[in-house]
C-alpha cells in the first residue's frame, strides 16, 4: 500500500492567480464510439472464462480497494484467456454490430411469455462481446492510459491487443483499469470486453451490456490518484466555511518528483465561475510506486449552501507541477452545507428541518431499458420535482454517476446504496455469490466515487438482507458493523443506514452499529422503536407499496388493500386503496409517521413503474382469476400445461406513483397534495366517462392541498367535505354516475383554493401532441418525450381510447422508443407504432450526431385527425 502523509492547514481567502502554466495535460474522453458488439461467445471455452478462474486476476486488478487487513492478491503469471480468438488483435470482427455506447441488449427483446422469473420478460442474461478498434497518438508515449466503466452487466473481462487487463464481475459497480503496460501509441490498439449476465442474478430488470458511458483517461505518470480528491466541510456558518481538500498524488515514475500542489476553489452558477478562495502551494517529495496525502483547508467567506431549493455548487481546481510544468490538473465538484439527521427533529439541512420527501427508483429507464441516457434522467427528476419529491433512494444498488450530478445541480437529496444482499441471497446467482470475495471493493469503489456529492445524505449498506434477522454471530450486527466500518474509513461525514423490513431490526444489535435507522413497511415499530431507542434517528426508507394501473378503476370500491375486486385483466384500480400485503396504501403510511415524534421522512416504493417484479401478478396460479373473458382465461390454462409452469403474465410493475411511460397515475396528485402544501391544487378521480354505469355507484374522490372542498355533479352539490386529523383524501362514496361535469372547488382557511374538473368524453376525434423540448442539441444523445393524448371533438381526453397510433419523423432524428405505460403490453418498445393505453401514447425521438435543422414527429390514426410536432435540432 502506497502511502506518504503531509498534512498543510491553510485559512487563506486572498485573491492570489493560478500559477501560469501549459493547458492541463488531464484529458478525459468518451469512448463510447465506435464499438462492435455480438452474442456470439468464443469458441467453446468449457468454462475457462468463467468467475472461478478469472477470480485471482480480477481480484488483483482491484488491490487498490482491499484494506491493509485484507488478504492481497498478486497478479498470476502468464496471459488469462489470451489464447481466445474474441480478444486477438487480428479476429475478423467485420461481421459484428455496429454500435454506440451505452447500450443495453436486453431491451431489445423480443418479450416473451415463458422468460421465468419477475425480471421483465426480456432476454436480459448471457454472454456477450464488445470490441473496439481505436489509434492512440504517438506523442501519447509515456502518459498513464486509464480506461473507466461507468457500468458493465456483469462479469466484465477487459482485454487489450490480446492481453488481459483486469475487470469486475457487479453490474453495477464503475471501475477503472490501467491499460499502459498493454497499449501501443502511435499503432492500432483493439480492446475486447466479455460480459456474462447470469440467470437468476436479480428480483427486477438489471438490464445487460455495457448500459452506462466509458471513458478513457490521459494523464501524466505523476497523477492525482483515481477519485483521489477528498472534499469535506467541517465547519460551516452564514460567515465562513472551512473547506477541507485531501488529494492523494501517485507517482507511477521511476525517479523521485518533487511537487508543488495547490488548491483553488470556485463557485458556480449560470453565468460561470467565481474565484472563492486560493491555498498556497504546498510541496512535496514522492518516491517511485508511493502515493502521497496533502490537505488543505480553505476558508470561503459568506459561502453560497446547498439545499434542495439552492442547490448552490463550488469545484476545487487542484494543480500540480514539477520543476515548473503543469503535471495534473483535477476539477472536483463540491457543495458546502450541513446535513444532520436528529432523533428529536429529523433531518436538518443547513441547521433547517427538511422533510425527507423521497422515492425509491430502479435505474431502469422504461422504454429505454438500463442504457443510461441523461435527458431521461433529467425528465425523471422533473416530473418528480413537480410533484413534491426532494430525495431519491437508488434502490437497491450503486447508481450511473451522472444520476448525482442531476441531483446535485437540481437539488434532490440521496440516500446511495450498495447491495440488495449480503453473504445470503434472494436468488440463486445474485451478489451473495461475490459477497465473500468482493464486498469490500465494491462498498470502497461506491464511497470513493460518490463522496464529493452534496446530494448524498445517506450512504445504505443494504436492502431487506437476510441477516437482519439473526441476533447475534457474525451473520447479525456484526456482519453490519464490518460493513459500516468499511464506509466510516472512507467517509466520515455522512451517516450509515440500510433498509430493513424486520420487526427486530431495531432491537437486536443492528440499530447500535448504525447511525439512523431505516424501516420498509414496518409501520407498527415506528412509535416501539422510538420508545425504545429514543437517540436515534428514524425515517422509512421504504414506503407504501401501493398498486395501481394508471387510468383504470373497478366497481366497487373497497378499503381493502388486497380486495380482489380491485383487480382484472392483469390490472389495479387507481383508487389508491390498494397495496401489497406487505403495505400499506398512502394514507395509512402517513397517518402512522405523523404520529412519530422525530421522523426524518420516507423513500416511497416507487417513484417511476420499472420493469419486472409485477406484483400482485407474479407467478401464481390465482392470477387466472384476473381474466374476466371467459376465452382468456382457457387460453392462459392451455399455456401453462404447454409450458408446464405458470408464467408471469406482466412486463413491468404496479408500484410507481408514475408509470413506465413517465405519465403521472392519480397518486402522483395525492403525493403532490401532502408534499407540495403551498401549491394550490385539486385533482378529481375517476374520469367521467362512463356510459355502462348510468344510475349506479360511481364513488368520488378528491386530492387537494386545501382543507376542506366542495364537490359538483352537473352544477348540483353533492356536499361540502373538511378533512378531519389523519384525514388526506375527501371522499363522496355514494355518487350515481350521469354523464356530464364532475367539478371540486377546494377551500384552504375558508377562501377559493383551486379546482378541478373531469367531464364525460365524446367518441374519440383527434390526437394531439407535445413535446417535451422542442429544442434540442444534435449529439446523437438528446431526447425529447412526445405526448400523444386522443380528444374527443371538444378536446376532451377519451380517457378509455385504446386506438393504435403510427408515427413517423423527418429531419436530423430518429424514433428510438414508444410505449404507453400499460403494464401488459408485450409490443416491441422499439415499434414505430403502438395502441394507446387509456387515451395516452409515448414517443421518444433522438436527435443524429452532428446534423441540425428542423425535426417533424407526425402521429397518425385510422378515423382520427393526425397531430404533428416541429422540434429543432442545434
Given at each position: 500500500?502506497?502511502?506518504?502523509?503531509?498534512?498543510?492547514?491553510?485559512?487563506?481567502?486572498?485573491?492570489?492567480?493560478?500559477?501560469?502554466?501549459?493547458?492541463?495535460?488531464?484529458?478525459?474522453?468518451?469512448?463510447?464510439?465506435?464499438?462492435?458488439?455480438?452474442?456470439?461467445?468464443?469458441?467453446?471455452?468449457?468454462?475457462?472464462?468463467?468467475?472461478?478462474?478469472?477470480?485471482?486476476?480480477?481480484?488483483?486488478?482491484?488491490?487498490?480497494?482491499?484494506?491493509?487487513t485484507s488478504p492481497q492478491t498478486a497478479r498470476p503469471r502468464g496471459n488469462f484467456g489470451g489464447g481466445f480468438t474474441h480478444v486477438q488483435a487480428d479476429f475478423d470482427d467485420r461481421g459484428w454490430r455496429p454500435l454506440t455506447l451505452p447500450h443495453d441488449w436486453g431491451i431489445e427483446g423480443p418479450f416473451k411469455q415463458e422468460y421465468p422469473g419477475d425480471t421483465g420478460k426480456l432476454?436480459?442474461?448471457?454472454?456477450?462481446?464488445?470490441?473496439?478498434?481505436?489509434?492512440?497518438?504517438?506523442?501519447?508515449?509515456?502518459?498513464?492510459?486509464?480506461?473507466?466503466?461507468?457500468?458493465?452487466?456483469?462479469?466484465?473481462?477487459?482485454?487489450?491487443?490480446?492481453?488481459?487487463?483486469?475487470?469486475?464481475?457487479?453490474?453495477?459497480?464503475?471501475?477503472?483499469?490501467?491499460?499502459?503496460?498493454?497499449?501501443?501509441?502511435?499503432?492500432?490498439?483493439?480492446?475486447?470486453?466479455?460480459?456474462?449476465?447470469?440467470?437468476?442474478?436479480?428480483?427486477?430488470?438489471?438490464?445487460?451490456?455495457?448500459?452506462?458511458?466509458?471513458?478513457?483517461?490521459?494523464?501524466?505518470?505523476?497523477?492525482?490518484?483515481?477519485?483521489?480528491?477528498?472534499?469535506?466541510?467541517?465547519?460551516?456558518?452564514?460567515?465562513?466555511?472551512?473547506?477541507?481538500?485531501?488529494?492523494?498524488?501517485?507517482?507511477?515514475?521511476?525517479?523521485?518528483?518533487?511537487?508543488?500542489?495547490?488548491?483553488?476553489?470556485?463557485?458556480?452558477?449560470?453565468?460561470?465561475?467565481?474565484?472563492?478562495?486560493?491555498?498556497?502551494?504546498?510541496?512535496?517529495?514522492?518516491?517511485?510506486?508511493?502515493?502521497?496525502?496533502?490537505?488543505?483547508?480553505?476558508?470561503?467567506?459568506?459561502?453560497?449552501?446547498?439545499?434542495?431549493?439552492?442547490?448552490?455548487?463550488?469545484?476545487?481546481?487542484?494543480?500540480?507541477?514539477?520543476?515548473?510544468?503543469?503535471?495534473?490538473?483535477?476539477?472536483?465538484?463540491?457543495?458546502?452545507?450541513?446535513?444532520?439527521?436528529?432523533?428529536?427533529?429529523?433531518?436538518?439541512?443547513?441547521?433547517?428541518?427538511?422533510?425527507?420527501?423521497?422515492?425509491?427508483?430502479?435505474?431502469?429507464?422504461?422504454?429505454?431499458?438500463?442504457?443510461?441516457?441523461?435527458?431521461?434522467?433529467?425528465?425523471?427528476?422533473?416530473?418528480?420535482?413537480?410533484?413534491?419529491?426532494?430525495?431519491?433512494?437508488?434502490?437497491?444498488?450503486?447508481?450511473?454517476?451522472?444520476?448525482?450530478?442531476?441531483?446535485?445541480?437540481?437539488?434532490?437529496?440521496?440516500?446511495?446504496?450498495?447491495?440488495?444482499?449480503?453473504?445470503?441471497?434472494?436468488?440463486?446467482?445474485?451478489?451473495?455469490?461475490?459477497?465473500?470475495?468482493?464486498?469490500?471493493?465494491?462498498?470502497?469503489?461506491?464511497?470513493?466515487?460518490?463522496?464529493?456529492?452534496?446530494?448524498?445524505?445517506?450512504?445504505?449498506?443494504?436492502?431487506?438482507?437476510?441477516?437482519?434477522?439473526?441476533?447475534?454471530?457474525?451473520?447479525?450486527?456484526?456482519?453490519?458493523?464490518?460493513?459500516?466500518?468499511?464506509?466510516?474509513?472512507?467517509?466520515?461525514?455522512?451517516?450509515?443506514?440500510?433498509?430493513?423490513?424486520?420487526?427486530?431490526?431495531?432491537?437486536?444489535?443492528?440499530?447500535?452499529?448504525?447511525?439512523?435507522?431505516?424501516?420498509?413497511?414496518?409501520?407498527?415499530?415506528?412509535?416501539?422503536?422510538?420508545?425504545?431507542?429514543?437517540?436515534?434517528?428514524?425515517?422509512?426508507?421504504?414506503?407504501?407499496?401501493?398498486?395501481?394501473?394508471?387510468?383504470?378503476?373497478?366497481?366497487?370500491?373497497?378499503?381493502?388493500?388486497?380486495?380482489?375486486?380491485?383487480?382484472?385483466?392483469?390490472?389495479?384500480?387507481?383508487?389508491?386503496?390498494?397495496?401489497?400485503?406487505?403495505?400499506?396504501?398512502?394514507?395509512?403510511?402517513?397517518?402512522?409517521?405523523?404520529?412519530?415524534?422525530?421522523?426524518?421522512?420516507?423513500?416511497?416504493?416507487?417513484?417511476?413503474?420499472?420493469?419486472?417484479?409485477?406484483?400482485?401478478?407474479?407467478?401464481?396460479?390465482?392470477?387466472?382469476?384476473?381474466?374476466?373473458?371467459?376465452?382468456?382465461?382457457?387460453?392462459?390454462?392451455?399455456?401453462?400445461?404447454?409450458?408446464?409452469?405458470?408464467?408471469?403474465?406482466?412486463?413491468?410493475?404496479?408500484?410507481?406513483?408514475?408509470?413506465?411511460?413517465?405519465?403521472?397515475?392519480?397518486?402522483?396528485?395525492?403525493?403532490?397534495?401532502?408534499?407540495?402544501?403551498?401549491?394550490?391544487?385539486?385533482?378529481?378521480?375517476?374520469?367521467?366517462?362512463?356510459?355502462?354505469?348510468?344510475?349506479?355507484?360511481?364513488?368520488?374522490?378528491?386530492?387537494?392541498?386545501?382543507?376542506?372542498?366542495?364537490?359538483?355533479?352537473?352544477?348540483?352539490?353533492?356536499?361540502?367535505?373538511?378533512?378531519?386529523?389523519?384525514?388526506?383524501?375527501?371522499?363522496?362514496?355514494?355518487?350515481?354516475?350521469?354523464?356530464?361535469?364532475?367539478?371540486?372547488?377546494?377551500?384552504?382557511?375558508?377562501?377559493?383554493?383551486?379546482?378541478?374538473?373531469?367531464?364525460?368524453?365524446?367518441?374519440?376525434?383527434?390526437?394531439?401532441?407535445?413535446?417535451?423540448?422542442?429544442?434540442?442539441?444534435?449529439?446523437?444523445?438528446?431526447?425529447?418525450?412526445?405526448?400523444?393524448?386522443?380528444?374527443?371533438?371538444?378536446?376532451?381526453?377519451?380517457?378509455?381510447?385504446?386506438?393504435?397510433?403510427?408515427?413517423?419523423?423527418?429531419?436530423?432524428?430518429?424514433?428510438?422508443?414508444?410505449?404507453?405505460?400499460?403494464?401488459?403490453?408485450?409490443?416491441?418498445?422499439?415499434?414505430?407504432?403502438?395502441?394507446?393505453?387509456?387515451?395516452?401514447?409515448?414517443?421518444?425521438?433522438?436527435?443524429?450526431?452532428?446534423?441540425?435543422?428542423?425535426?417533424?414527429?407526425?402521429?397518425?390514426?385510422?378515423?382520427?385527425?393526425?397531430?404533428?410536432?416541429?422540434?429543432?435540432?442545434?
Amino acid at each position: 500500500m502506497r502511502l506518504l502523509l503531509l498534512a498543510a492547514t491553510l485559512l487563506i481567502s486572498l485573491p492570489v492567480s493560478v500559477l501560469a502554466a501549459e493547458a492541463p495535460p488531464r484529458e478525459r474522453l468518451s469512448f463510447n464510439e465506435g464499438w462492435l458488439f455480438s452474442r456470439t461467445d468464443a469458441e467453446w471455452v468449457l468454462g475457462q472464462l468463467d468467475y472461478a478462474n478469472a477470480k485471482p486476476w480480477l481480484l488483483a486488478s482491484a488491490a487498490d480497494f482491499f484494506g491493509p487487513t485484507s488478504p492481497q492478491t498478486a497478479r498470476p503469471r502468464g496471459n488469462f484467456g489470451g489464447g481466445f480468438t474474441h480478444v486477438q488483435a487480428d479476429f475478423d470482427d467485420r461481421g459484428w454490430r455496429p454500435l454506440t455506447l451505452p447500450h443495453d441488449w436486453g431491451i431489445e427483446g423480443p418479450f416473451k411469455q415463458e422468460y421465468p422469473g419477475d425480471t421483465g420478460k426480456l432476454p436480459w442474461w448471457g454472454v456477450a462481446w464488445y470490441r473496439k478498434h481505436f489509434d492512440l497518438p504517438a506523442t501519447d508515449a509515456g502518459r498513464r492510459i486509464v480506461l473507466e466503466i461507468d457500468g458493465a452487466m456483469a462479469h466484465s473481462l477487459v482485454w487489450l491487443n490480446g492481453q488481459f487487463v483486469g475487470g469486475w464481475p457487479y453490474g453495477y459497480s464503475s471501475y477503472q483499469l490501467d491499460l499502459t503496460p498493454y497499449i501501443k501509441p502511435g499503432q492500432p490498439n483493439v480492446l475486447a470486453i466479455r460480459l456474462d449476465n447470469p440467470t437468476e442474478s436479480s428480483r427486477w430488470y438489471p438490464g445487460s451490456g455495457l448500459y452506462r458511458n466509458v471513458w478513457l483517461t490521459k494523464t501524466n505518470p505523476v497523477h492525482v490518484a483515481p477519485w483521489g480528491a477528498i472534499v469535506t466541510t467541517p465547519k460551516v456558518t452564514a460567515e465562513a466555511a472551512q473547506v477541507s481538500i485531501q488529494v492523494l498524488t501517485d507517482n507511477d515514475s521511476a525517479t523521485n518528483a518533487a511537487l508543488s500542489l495547490s488548491t483553488e476553489l470556485f463557485a458556480l452558477d449560470d453565468t460561470g465561475r467565481k474565484s472563492a478562495a486560493l491555498g498556497q502551494p504546498i510541496t512535496v517529495t514522492i518516491e517511485p510506486g508511493r502515493q502521497a496525502s496533502t490537505t488543505q483547508t480553505l476558508r470561503v467567506p459568506q459561502p453560497r449552501l446547498w439545499s434542495v431549493t439552492h442547490p448552490h455548487r463550488y469545484v476545487a481546481v487542484t494543480s500540480i507541477t514539477q520543476d515548473g510544468r503543469l503535471v495534473d490538473r483535477l476539477e472536483t465538484p463540491f457543495g458546502i452545507r450541513t446535513a444532520v439527521f436528529d432523533a428529536d427533529r429529523g433531518f436538518r439541512l443547513n441547521g433547517e428541518v427538511v422533510p425527507i420527501r423521497g422515492v425509491c427508483n430502479h435505474h431502469d429507464l422504461g422504454a429505454l431499458g438500463s442504457a443510461i441516457n441523461l435527458r431521461a434522467l433529467e425528465r425523471q427528476l422533473e416530473i418528480l420535482r413537480a410533484m413534491g419529491c426532494n430525495a431519491i433512494r437508488t434502490s437497491h444498488n450503486p447508481p450511473a454517476p451522472e444520476l448525482l450530478d442531476l441531483c446535485d445541480r437540481m437539488g434532490f437529496l440521496v440516500m446511495d446504496e450498495a447491495f440488495d444482499c449480503w453473504a445470503k441471497g434472494k436468488n440463486r446467482h445474485d451478489y451473495h455469490v461475490q459477497f465473500p470475495d468482493w464486498h469490500e471493493a465494491d462498498l470502497r469503489a461506491l464511497v470513493r466515487r460518490d463522496r464529493n456529492h452534496p446530494s448524498v445524505i445517506l450512504w445504505s449498506i443494504g436492502n431487506e438482507v437476510i441477516e437482519q434477522w439473526f441476533a447475534d454471530g457474525q451473520e447479525g450486527w456484526k456482519l453490519a458493523a464490518r460493513l459500516a466500518g468499511i464506509v466510516r474509513e472512507e467517509d466520515r461525514t455522512r451517516p450509515v443506514s440500510a433498509g430493513f423490513n424486520g420487526e427486530i431490526s431495531g432491537y437486536n444489535g443492528y440499530q447500535h452499529v448504525l447511525d439512523a435507522i431505516g424501516y420498509n413497511y414496518r409501520i407498527k415499530e415506528y412509535a416501539r422503536f422510538r420508545e425504545i431507542n429514543p437517540a436515534i434517528p428514524l425515517f422509512g426508507a421504504e414506503t407504501a407499496s401501493a398498486l395501481s394501473s394508471r387510468g383504470v378503476y373497478f366497481f366497487p370500491i373497497s378499503d381493502d388493500k388486497i380486495d380482489p375486486a380491485s383487480r382484472a385483466d392483469f390490472q389495479v384500480s387507481s383508487y389508491d386503496l390498494y397495496a401489497a400485503p406487505w403495505a400499506t396504501p398512502p394514507d395509512v403510511e402517513w397517518r402512522a409517521a405523523d404520529a412519530v415524534p422525530g421522523y426524518a421522512g420516507e423513500f416511497v416504493w416507487t417513484g417511476f413503474d420499472y420493469l419486472g417484479e409485477p406484483t400482485p401478478y407474479n407467478a401464481d396460479l390465482t392470477n387466472l382469476l384476473n381474466f374476466s373473458d371467459p376465452a382468456e382465461k382457457e387460453r392462459q390454462k392451455q399455456l401453462l400445461t404447454e409450458l408446464g409452469r405458470i408464467p408471469t403474465p406482466s412486463r413491468s410493475s404496479y408500484f410507481g406513483i408514475i408509470d413506465l411511460a413517465g405519465f403521472p397515475k392519480d397518486r402522483y396528485y395525492f403525493y403532490q397534495a401532502r408534499w407540495r402544501p403551498d401549491l394550490p391544487m385539486a385533482h378529481l378521480l375517476p374520469h367521467w366517462t362512463w356510459p355502462e354505469r348510468a344510475g349506479e355507484i360511481t364513488p368520488i374522490h378528491a386530492y387537494t392541498s386545501g382543507d376542506e372542498a366542495e364537490l359538483f355533479l352537473n352544477g348540483r352539490s353533492l356536499g361540502r367535505k373538511q378533512r378531519g386529523p389523519g384525514e388526506y383524501r375527501l371522499r363522496w362514496d355514494d355518487v350515481k354516475y350521469a354523464p356530464g361535469e364532475v367539478k371540486v372547488v377546494a377551500y384552504k382557511q375558508g377562501a377559493v383554493w383551486a379546482e378541478a374538473v373531469q367531464r364525460t368524453a365524446g367518441p374519440a376525434a383527434r390526437l394531439k401532441a407535445k413535446a417535451d423540448r422542442r429544442e434540442l442539441t444534435a449529439d446523437g444523445r438528446d431526447l425529447s418525450f412526445v405526448t400523444v393524448r386522443i380528444e374527443d371533438a371538444d378536446g376532451v381526453l377519451a380517457p378509455r381510447a385504446e386506438n393504435r397510433v403510427a408515427f413517423a419523423v423527418s429531419g436530423p432524428a430518429e424514433i428510438v422508443a414508444t410505449d404507453n405505460g400499460d403494464p401488459t403490453s408485450f409490443e416491441s418498445f422499439q415499434s414505430k407504432e403502438r395502441a394507446a393505453f387509456n387515451g395516452l401514447v409515448l414517443v421518444v425521438v433522438r436527435t443524429q450526431p452532428g446534423t441540425t435543422g428542423p425535426i417533424t414527429l407526425t402521429a397518425t390514426s385510422p378515423g382520427l385527425a393526425p397531430a404533428e410536432v416541429s422540434l429543432t435540432a442545434k
